[in-house]
């Protein structure tokens, strides 16, 4: 004999019908708000990874996400490049890059002795060997001084080989307090220190999508590609070569557009490793500064001598054979680089045959390490630059932020970095500090 009745069996039945779907509404509320974030950072390269560390430092209260494309933090630029920790010699005085790379220099070393991260404080010499070039020498040293590079020395050609035995130059800037270091490493370190924080970190997410959800308190709704998405009250992007791409889904103009340049390496082979101790740098052409083979002692005990810098046909092509033909076309369809091009289509032509015929590059290098022969270089690794370029074709050197003003949760809760130029890397934690006050301001965090 049953003990309940019918009526009574139904009414447990719907009363089970009503609890399991409200542990079910319960669950379901606890998962959209484990993917609540009071900020979303965008771009696990150096410049995201130092901000988000910056910003759980700052409000350790906040949730926070740091969210990657790839598959591991500093994929792109900030695990690609020389691996210098430049001084802040080249810049304008006065210039927001002047002043982030002198203190960024400062706040590094302090950084990588505090991890007990490997570095070598190996200097920098940067030669003039020709008569033509001592005048710029001699500006680029007071610029220097101007902007606060300590302990600058102007060497003449005897003072350069006691300090660098191969190499040969009229005059040369001695720079004692460059260094050199894996700048992959150090944004593994500043995601780590995140991490640690209490901040969450996600890879292979790709961002494709933003908008506006009914959610007041986190209305940025954030898609990737695999139809996830996350919620966030504030987000600021650091995307780099992709930095236009992004800005462009929340309405923000194309320009400055990202033009992706790669720059090329070669090797010095291990037994000739021995010939270069500092770095070594010719005079930059004021108009290209970043052009000018350079020869880079690396902290894993090889030098790399280069890099060149070439359009790459797509935003991330590190090899000849890398194509997008979208990207690619867009590239070619914008104003400023078709203008670009044809000011210094000699510039270009150069730089390509530079990096399809080595013997070239290697007549570079021999102006000032003549003992460097095409018989001691192999091939190298490549990073592609993303440089910044205005409608009017001109290169943006300093650093540019975006946010399309309005009223809407878009418009007023994402914050773009859409240019943090080399030396992107040693200024990172100064860039972090500036970014999260800019923040703190903005969106009144
Ligand atoms: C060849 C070369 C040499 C250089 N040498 C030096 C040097 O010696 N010293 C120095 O200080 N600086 C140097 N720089 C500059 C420095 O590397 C950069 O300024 C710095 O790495 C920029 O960091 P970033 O985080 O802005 O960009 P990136 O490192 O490019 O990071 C951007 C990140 O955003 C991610 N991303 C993009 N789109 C999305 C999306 N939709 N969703 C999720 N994630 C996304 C990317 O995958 C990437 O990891 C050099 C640069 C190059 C290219």
């Known amino acids: 004999m049953s003990l309940i009745s019918k009526s009574q069996a139904s009414l447990l039945t719907l009363s089970r019908y009503h609890v399991s779907k409200y542990v079910s509404k319960v669950r379901r509320y606890s998962e959209i708000k484990k993917k609540c974030y009071d900020i979303v950072v965008i771009g696990g390269g150096i410049v995201g990874s130092a901000s988000a560390r910056e910003l759980i430092l700052q409000h350790p209260g906040l949730k926070i996400a740091l969210i990657e494309k790839e598959k591991r933090f500093a994929f792109h630029q900030s695990g690609n490049n020389s691996g210098v920790i430049h001084a802040g010699i080249y810049y304008k005085p006065g210039s927001l890059k002047a002043k982030l ?20 404080k190996c200097g920098k010499l940067i030669v003039a060997t020709d008569r033509s070039e001592v005048g710029r020498l001699l500006d680029l040293y007071e610029r220097g001084v101007k902007n606060g590079v300590k302990d600058l020395k102007l060497l003449d050609s005897k003072e350069i080989k006691e300090l660098e035995p191969h190499c040969n ?37 790709e961002l494709n999508r933003f908008f506006e959800s009914e959610n007041a308190e986190y209305p940025v709704t954030i898609t990737n590609s695999k139809d996830k998405t996350i919620h966030a009250k504030y987000v600021l992007t650091c995307c780099g070569l992709q930095s236009d791409t992004v800005a462009v889904l929340t309405g923000c103009p194309e320009e400055p557009k990202i033009i992706p340049f790669r720059g090329e390496y070669l090797y010095l082979v291990p037994e000739k490793s021995n010939l ?34 070439i359009l790459a ?25 078709r203008k670009m091009a044809l000011k210094y289509a000699g510039f270009g032509l150069k730089e390509m045959s530079r990096s399809l015929m080595t013997p070239l590059q290697v007549m570079q290098l021999q102006k000032y390490i003549q003992d460097i022969t095409t018989k001691d270089v192999e091939s190298g690794p490549a990073g592609v630059r993303a440089q910044a370029m205005g409608k009017d074709g001109t290169l943006i050197e300093d650093f540019v932020f975006d946010s399309k003003p309005g009223s809407g949760a878009i418009g007023s809760r994402v914050l773009h970095c859409r240019n943090a130029p080399s030396p992107g890397a040693t200024s990172s934690l100064a860039i972090a500090k500036m970014i999260a006050d800019k923040m703190k301001q903005e969106f009144k965090l």
């Not at 960024?104 to 070393?109: C, K, T």
């Not at 997008?324 to 400023?336: A, C, M």
């Open 101 to 120: 790379c002198v203190e960024g220099l400062n706040l590094s070393y302090k950084y990588l002795d505090d991890k007990q991260i490997k570095y070598s």
């Open 313 to 337: 046909f797509c935003k991330e092509g590190y090899k000849w054979t890398d194509l997008n033909v979208k990207e690619l076309k867009e590239i070619i369809n914008f104003s400023g680089f």
């Open 169 to 205: 130059g009229l005059q040369a800037i001695w720079s004692p307090h460059t260094g050199i270091v894996d700048w992959g490493v150090v944004t593994k370190s500043y995601v780590s220190d995140f991490e640690k924080c209490g901040g969450d970190s996600y890879l292979n997410f």
């Open 276 to 309: 270069i101790k500092a770095n070594i740098y010719p005079v930059p052409d004021p108009r290209f500064p970043f052009l000018g083979v350079h020869a880079t002692p690396r902290i894993d005990g090889r030098v790399i001598l280069g890099p060149n810098a």
